[in-house]
């Protein structure tokens, strides 16, 4: 299995709104990532996990909150975000952090703030 | 930090024709250079990838050349096929500290068939 999953595909929410985005992987892989990607926009790195401890915060708004419960699920937490959070956001998973480690990258959530 | 520059910006094509697509890089430290190919509602997959101790690398229809010297790498695809139409995103990070990749802009390939 070398395929890394998230939910929703889909999310619309308001500013006040709180939602979180999922993503899954069953590759063995320690590393995991938030990327943001704008329209016609290379993706930006938002957060790092390694061996589930976080390894990089991008200087990244608190209204967003990553988690990581295990080795497999990587949450983005989100509450009272703005419209300009509106963008694909990412999850990629590679065997380690640091190194020439291959990224494997979701499908990515698309997220519409109103 | 490191700075990728990429280009074209867009790239059009003839069906069969080559495509050629050039990045270069600001730090001499980098030595890990993937191209990403991202279709439309996807996220980026890895073509291939080159590592600073090797000039050129092949794959089928798709190659990549690094000139140290000079700081830039280039992503050629030859015989192009309508499939082979997305962004294409070149990057750049080093092997010690934390895996960041450090991305071109963006390719936007179109295949005319």
């Known amino acids: 299995d070398t395929e890394v999953t998230q939910t929703p595909k889909h999310l619309v929410m308001g500013m006040t709104n709180k939602k979180s985005l999922k993503c899954e992987q069953h590759?063995?892989?320690?590393?995991m990532y938030w990327y943001k990607q704008k329209a016609k926009k290379p993706p930006e790195l938002m957060f790092v996990?390694?061996?589930?401890?976080?390894?990089i915060n991008e200087s990244v708004p608190s209204r967003f909150s990553p988690e990581c419960p295990n080795s497999s699920l990587l949450n983005l937490h989100l509450h009272a975000l703005q419209p300009e959070d509106s963008a694909l956001y990412l999850c990629?998973?590679?065997?380690?952090?640091?190194?020439?480690?291959?990224?494997?990258f979701g499908p990515g959530t698309r997220l519409t703030v109103l | 930090g490191e700075n990728v520059e990429q280009h074209p910006s867009t790239l059009s094509v003839q069906e069969g024709d080559s495509a050629v697509i050039k990045c270069t890089y600001s730090?001499?430290?980098?030595?890990?250079f993937p191209w990403y190919k991202q279709e439309l509602g996807k996220g980026p997959q890895l073509i291939i990838d080159?590592?600073?101790?090797?000039g050129e690398k092949k794959d089928q229809r798709i190659a990549v050349t690094l000139n140290k010297t000079a700081k830039h790498f280039s992503l050629h695809i030859t015989e192009t096929q309508p499939e082979d139409s997305a962004v294409y995103f070149c990057?750049?990070?080093?092997?010690?500290?934390?895996?960041?990749?450090?991305f071109g802009t963006g390719t936007r390939l179109t295949v005319i068939p």
């Open positions: 080159i590592r600073s101790n090797v």
């Open positions: 730090d001499s430290a980098s030595n890990y």
């Open positions: 990057a750049a990070t080093k092997q010690t500290g934390a895996n960041n990749l450090f």
């Open positions: 590759m063995g892989h320690r590393a």
């Open positions: 996990y390694s061996y589930e401890k976080l390894s």
């Open positions: 990629a998973s590679s065997l380690r952090a640091g190194g020439f480690y291959e990224q494997f």
